[in-house]
């Protein structure tokens, strides 16, 4: 509840906005109460013929004579209660004396009241009763006019307010989600991390729009109505509001199941967009091993689990509703069986219960159960939105958690100047672990000298690519340093050292967008002669102008689908280029493509990495002629580090990764020639 609390913290901060909200809402809930208010004037108007005039007239005579005659009796019994010594008959007739204090009170207000509307009705009421008649509907069709207008701008502003606080909760959401450290980004995935910006944020921006609008208007609505009621008679209001205390407890009950419930349902509708994500992300493999079956199976089952749990939610949701029209049931039911039977034998007490100050007329008595009617509408349309609310305080309470997150990766307050020229690479005992008690580096310690290009080799799960991802700051080491030029990367700014630090990878990461953009991602301001260049080096100009109908202009797809595995790597390559960073970080750069694309990437980066300090894992032979030093790593720990021919004739590991490399170097090649 918190969680969304503060998300209407949020929306009041657009305050005029709110302003004029409130105004609006407050307009349309008196003109509601307004409207039912002319009951008992139509009464009088239809059923007896009478004009406003003869109706207030009579009202003030009646009361003015009741008053007198009430005033006369009470006297007559305070004389008597003086003379009175018997100690019964003396509380008999105290009794008798408080009944006629209260009939003279109320026959007092009645006065009052026809007083203070008698000049009015005198001055702008009609005199003719089919005017009259006129005149009252004119009143209501002119105030349901001006309801209508407020309600329309009223909503309109509501919903205003609502997306405004939608989209600055997507906006933080994001911002702080890309802030994030890698680790924490991956954990829930991908499919969750989507329905809490764009579902469960809408769900928010939902239940805001609710409270601001029916939790505020009909409540209102119903408040002026049972003001109205009250103003009929107060007692005989709170005598009929006796059945809400047993439907709030059960509403309340109602409200900790459906949150339960709906926290799971959004909890698996997660599961299911991850899983959506994923088959359709990988689709190429859902079809070549014929698990179409397999996937939507799997689907299904997910899909399943929702549907049951949205299904209790709703059933729930019936009975909240149910319940509320219990409620207004119950309290219209009392209201009529007290209120007739007030009116149909002039009593004043029901049950011995004193529910009014005076014997209640019939048109009094048919606009106390207009206003209460009108006071039951309101109930049953807040019931309809109950399950949203419930919904809402969910999605809050997972999308704040989030939202609160705060990374561990940031720059310090006084940061290091950034290097200018290319620096010296040291990792300095290095430990890590994803996993507490599995440790993936073990003391890492290595020097990489400035401007020099080094090859990284080893087993998959090494920490190959662990430890060049300390460069950028993907992640932080548990222990040890990595330091450029003998500082620690942790004294620079952030955004400054991942601008002097490039990473090309072996998943090419490639919008949907145009050539020209995908080049220039992250060099907004670079010109169009500068990206061609950057093409032209990473020999990717040829095919972007011989192949692609639009040239720089054309869209490559989602992922650069609408391109080769070669071509996406240039693109890559060309970005770098483009961005001219004195570190590189290339890993696995060319695992993925063809000979003759990893030729060419090959004369491209042959130039480029000259007068840069590089990091290159690699497993291919023909990558290792660009490295002048070769590392190799094993188990979290470097074996051994020197030339290739150094390494060849002292390390047996790296001549067996050579031997493998060999044989699959071999075999593509065959396939190949084969293709």
Partial sequence: MSSLVRALRMALRYRWSFVFTLVTTIGVAILWGANISTVAPFIKVIFEGKNLHQWIGERRVEAEANLETIEAEIQVIESELKATVDPILHRNMAAELADANRLATGYATSLWLTEFLEPWIANYAPTSTYETLVFLILLVIAATILRGVLLAVNMYLVARIGQRTVLDIQNQFLRNTLSLELSEIGKNGTGDLINRIRGETNAIGMAVTTILGKIIREPLKMVVCLAGAAVCNWRLLLFTLIVCPLAGALLVLLAKSIKRLNRRAVEESARLLNRLFQSITYIKAVKSFNMEEHELNRFQVIANDVYQKNMRVAYLGSLARMNSELMGVGIISLGILAGGYLVLNGETRFLGLQLSDTPMKVETMMLFFSFMIAAADPVRKMSDVFTMIQGGIVSAERVFPLLDKRTKIHSP?????????????????????????????????????????????????????????FLPRFFDPDSGSVKLNGTDVRDFDLQALRGVVGLVTQQTMLFDDTISNNIAYGSESATREQIEAAAKQASAHQFIESQLEDGYNSGIGEHGGKL????????????????????????????QIDPTSEQLIHDSLRSFVRGRTVLMITHRLSSLDLADLVVVMHEGEVVDMGTKVELTARCGLFREMLRTSQREEQTISERTKAA
């Fill in 413 to 469: 307050t006084n940061p290091t100047p950034i290097i200018t020229t290319p620096p010296e690479l040291e990792f300095a005992n290095v430990r890590f672990a994803y996993t507490e008690g599995q440790p993936v580096l073990n003391g890492i310690n290595l020097k990489v000298p400035a401007g020099k290009t080094v090859a990284i080799v080893g087993a998959n799960g090494c920490g190959k690519s662990t430890l060049v991802n």
């Fill in 564 to 591: 080769s595995g070669g071509q996406r790597q240039r693109l890559e390559l060309a970005r770098i280029i483009l961005k001219n960073p004195l570190v590189l970080v290339l890993d696995e750069a060319t695992s």
